[in-house]
């Protein structure tokens, strides 16, 4: 099973600056094969990028996924109070399907 | 617009049987090049993938649930379900059905979710 780390736990900025969040996989995984997601309290998760790189529909431009084999990064620039939220990524490998336990984005 | 819709009981005794449906509206389950899964999440912590069932009838599961996970599709009422056995107060969690895509393999639509507690 692959085991997806994310970091850092909890990130706190302000208004307008630029987050990044790390995504590290305990083995290669397939870049085609990487999403990530945005879930706010309350709510059901909320498909953001996948492929990696490809923003799902609706989702802004200041949201962009990079990264493969076992670093994947998602970046969130011009940070606005709704991008609050906890961040997951995902993959899929070996007809398994797994998640990172999450980062926090909080803003100040 | 497709929309999923789960149901079920939110209070389960222990060592009994967990069950929950999710409606599909909005789209034809029985179309090809998704699948429709289940996903849990426990009191504050992240997302757990418990299995998915592909139209056909093909599933995959967690094999850390797959002795006790049962999902199941009935295409006529354009919906799928979760059986999960012999339940613990470990399997209290918010339970999200979801679709799935065949390509990326992600989940592009989601349930709202249903808290489920185990309890006598």
């Known amino acids: 099973e692959i085991v997806l780390t994310q970091s850092p736990g909890t990130l706190s900025l302000s208004p307008g600056e630029r987050a990044t969040l790390s995504c590290r996989a305990s083995?290669?995984?397939?870049?085609?094969?990487l999403a990530w997601y945005q879930q706010k309290p309350g709510q059901a998760p909320r498909l953001l990028i996948y492929?990696?790189?490809t923003r799902a529909t609706g989702i802004p431009d200041r949201f962009s996924g990079s990264g493969s084999g076992t670093d994947f990064t998602l970046t969130i620039r011009r940070l606005e109070p709704e991008d609050s939220a906890v961040y997951y990524c995902?993959?899929?490998?070996?007809?398994?399907?797994?998640f990172g336990q999450g980062t926090k984005v909080e803003i100040k | 617009q497709v929309q999923l819709q789960d149901s079920g009981p939110g209070l389960v005794k222990p060592s009994q049987t967990l069950s929950l449906t999710c409606t599909v509206s909005?789209?034809?389950?029985?179309?090809?090049?998704?699948?429709w899964s289940w996903i849990r999440q426990h009191p504050g912590k992240g997302l757990e993938w418990i299995g998915n069932?592909?139209?056909?009838?093909?599933?995959y599961y967690n094999p850390s649930l797959k002795s006790r996970v049962t999902i199941s599709i009935d295409t006529s009422k354009n919906q799928f379900s979760l059986k999960l056995s012999s339940v613990t107060a470990a399997d209290t969690a918010v339970y999200y059905c979801?679709?799935?895509?065949?390509?990326?393999?992600?989940?592009?639509?989601w349930g709202q979710g249903t808290l489920v507690t185990v309890s006598s």
């Open positions: 979801a679709r799935g895509r065949s390509g990326p393999r992600d989940f592009d639509y």
């Open positions: 909005g789209g034809s389950i029985s179309s090809g090049g998704y699948y």
């Open positions: 069932i592909y139209y056909s009838g093909s599933t």
């Open positions: 083995q290669s995984v397939s870049s085609s094969y």
């Open positions: 492929g990696a790189s």
């Open positions: 995902q993959q899929y490998g070996n007809s398994l399907w797994t």
